[in-house]
């Protein structure tokens, strides 16, 4: 069974920074596709970030520049360095993580990001 716990986020100003991180256990973060996800109330979940088990990255056009999505094998963990932070930035952020069928099965808790503008 995977479990995704996640840290980190909070309330900070525009033009800052945060880092959010997701601790996984049940299985290596490095076997599969990590990514991060955001959501804003009354709006559908939107993809923020990826990274697959060859360390290859994708970005939302929006976080491209400002958003670096990492992995740390050793420690089974997977971050998000989130920079030059805007209002439209604020959402509730998840981590999730692929099953064998490629879609993203587990999820984490949510951290809420507030951006004050």
């Known amino acids: 069974q995977v479990h995704l716990v996640q840290s980190g986020g909070g309330l900070v100003r525009a033009g800052g920074s945060l880092t959010l991180t997701c601790e996984a256990s049940?299985?290596?973060?490095?076997?599969?596709?990590m990514g991060w996800f955001r959501q804003v109330p009354g709006q559908e979940r939107e993809f923020v970030a990826a990274?697959?088990?060859?360390?290859?990255?994708h970005y939302t056009e929006s976080v491209k520049g400002r958003f670096t999505i990492s992995r740390d094998d050793a420690k089974n963990t997977v971050y998000l360095q989130m920079n030059s932070l805007k209002f439209e930035d604020t959402a509730v952020y998840y981590c999730a993580g692929t099953g064998t069928d490629y879609e993203y099965d587990y999820w984490g808790q949510g951290t809420q990001v507030t951006v004050s503008s």
């Open positions: 049940g299985r290596p973060v490095g076997s599969y596709t």
């Open positions: 990274i697959n088990s060859n360390s290859d990255t």
